[in-house]
């Protein structure tokens, strides 16, 4: 299967081992990921303004993108958008959402897009990878699987990006289960604990970094307290903010103890029987090799 | 034979003149009587020194141009843009990463980028200036470099932008970026500079020096060109 994808800034600089893993692990999947050609960024963050029609015009060009990637044959008949970055997944969803609803705004952004060869007509389908194991389901996901990962306890962490606002989450806000269906297709045990969809903080970590190192303590303690080994996120600012900033939340509180936080596709590849190119384990901030050696998943 | 003269009517900084039909906007503003000092350069569209806005009769649309390259239309309402007062940061080439941080330190507007393509519409190079910027949040110099090779630097794009963003200062500094940590380094150059500095080539040009301007002539076009 052939799908339309779209990287994000943060996948191609700091984020770049979630990306390798992921395109890794769909390829072991039977899924090629085929980038959209001259994409741009999302947009990054929806607009609160009333009158923010421009914030929309970032994300209509990429999806304007799998229309011509159709209509030149790159690709054939598939007018999904495939996201891996939560914050993407949502700035993409929540514009496509609202010109699918308004017909006047997608007029006003194709006015103002004239240099476009074609108006974007609405066709496209934002998905993110977790949709996309979930359609193929996680019991033909747990087939595949060569090295399951007994033993190993993972809190999946959602965040905000993947639930809210309701109408555009992958799954329901107040009690999901795609993150928990995916870790228990690896093998690996879904810890059930409280901060599952606690906001990490965001783009607090630029100017009230107290803010997310306090954010981060709450979250990671208790995912600790739960009887987690380490956690999963699909998001690279959720990633940086619980990853990197542990420097301070361990300077600050006494009785924290560092645990590593992964990119979900990580761990899938690990599970898909994938080499170190795929897994990355060396670039996250909280090295996961010696609690994955410990449990007989790494050598 | 009388050639008729037509003439179209422009207005050059709010006053009307009647000009020659097919002038550029240069030529129209110096038949007008404008001793033109800055903004105007090689007159041959390469320099990028004469950036014009213009508006044509019954558009509503402010477009952007060379002034040398740009023929003037009955109605057309023309200011031409003596430079660009636009941000040009310092930096020593040597000290830089070729990557997206350099940008954030350097041009963090670029960050701002709504993907409106207001930049890539004044292009008058056609260039996809928003796609380079794009290039640039991704921190794909090489790409940025790439699109933008063109770019003669008259700063319509970045007098156009909503987001303040100065492109094409940003641009040269991923060219630059480019050409000394990402481009393959060729061996070839290396060698071609011992040669020239082992005196390889004197005797040659010695005497090429006293050779006088006919046979120098005759020798430049029968000379073979090896691409090999």
């Not at chain 1, 943060?10 to 769909?26: C, H, M, P, Q, R």
């Not at chain 2, 990463?97 to 409106?116: D, G, S, W």
């Amino acid at each position: 299967m052939k799908i339309p994808y779209y990287p994000g800034c943060t996948l191609k600089t700091t984020a770049d081992y979630f990306e390798t893993s992921a395109i890794a692990s769909a390829k072991a999947l039977g899924i090629e990921m085929v980038e959209l050609p001259d994409w741009n960024c999302c947009g990054v963050v929806g607009s609160l303004t009333s009158d923010d029609l421009i914030r929309h015009l970032a994300p209509v060009r990429n999806m304007l993108r799998v229309e011509e990637m159709n209509a030149r044959g790159d690709i054939e008949n598939e007018n999904r958008l495939l996201t891996l970055c939560s914050m993407c997944y949502n700035t993409l969803q929540r514009t496509n959402a609202r010109i699918k609803q308004s017909s006047e705004d997608l007029e006003s952004i194709n006015n103002i897009m004239y240099l476009e060869e074609e108006p974007y007509k609405g066709t496209t389908e934002v998905v993110h990878f977790f949709q996309l194991l979930e359609e193929m389901g996680f019991d033909e996901l747990a087939k595949k699987i060569v090295k399951p990962l007994k033993g190993l306890k993972i809190a999946p962490y959602y965040g905000c990006m993947l639930l809210r606002p309701e109408e555009l989450g992958i799954d329901k806000p107040d009690d999901p289960t795609i993150m928990e269906n995916f870790v228990e297709s690896l093998g690996a045990d879904a810890v059930q604990w409280n901060a599952r969809s606690i906001c990490c903080g965001s783009y607090h970590t630029v100017s009230n970094k107290e803010i997310v190192v306090k954010l981060a303590y709450e979250i990671l303690h208790n995912a600790r307290k739960c009887g987690a080994d380490l956690l999963i996120t699909s998001c690279p600012l959720c990633a940086f903010n619980l990853d990197n900033r542990q420097e301070e939340v361990e300077a600050q509180y006494l009785d924290f103890e560092p645990i590593p936080v992964l990119y979900f596709s990580q761990l899938l590849a690990l599970a898909l029987g994938l080499g170190v190119e795929a897994t990355a384990f060396d670039k996250n901030y909280i090295d996961p090799r010696p609690i994955l050696k410990k449990k007989g998943l790494l050598k | 034979m009388e050639i008729e003269r037509v003439m179209v009517k422009v207005y050059i900084m709010g006053e009307a003149y009647e000009v020659p039909e097919g002038s550029t906007i240069l030529s129209a503003t110096e038949y007008a009587g404008f001793q033109i000092k800055r903004g105007v350069g090689c007159r041959e569209g390469f320099c990028g020194a004469c950036a014009t806005v213009y508006r044509e009769k019954g558009d509503y649309k402010l477009k952007g141009g060379l002034a040398c390259q740009t023929v003037v239309t009955d109605g057309m309402t023309i200011a031409q843009i003596p430079s660009v007062p636009a941000e040009k940061p310092v930096y020593d080439i040597t000290q830089l990463e070729a990557n997206e941080n350099t940008f954030k330190e350097l041009f963090p507007t670029v960050f701002r980028c709504v993907a409106c393509n207001t930049c890539t519409k004044a292009c008058p190079q056609d260039i996809k200036v928003m796609d380079y910027v794009q290039a640039l949040k991704r921190g794909d110099i090489a790409r940025a470099a790439d699109i933008s090779f063109d770019c003669i630097r008259c700063g319509l794009c970045a007098l156009r932008c909503p987001a303040e963003i100065v492109q094409y200062n940003a641009a040269i500094l991923a060219r630059r970026l480019y050409a000394r940590y990402l481009a393959p380094k060729s061996p070839e150059v290396d060698i071609r500079i011992e040669e020239i500095e082992a005196g390889k080539f004197v005797p040659e040009i010695d005497e090429l020096k006293k050779t006088d301007r006919v046979e120098l002539g005759e020798k430049y076009y029968k000379r073979e060109i090896n691409i090999d």
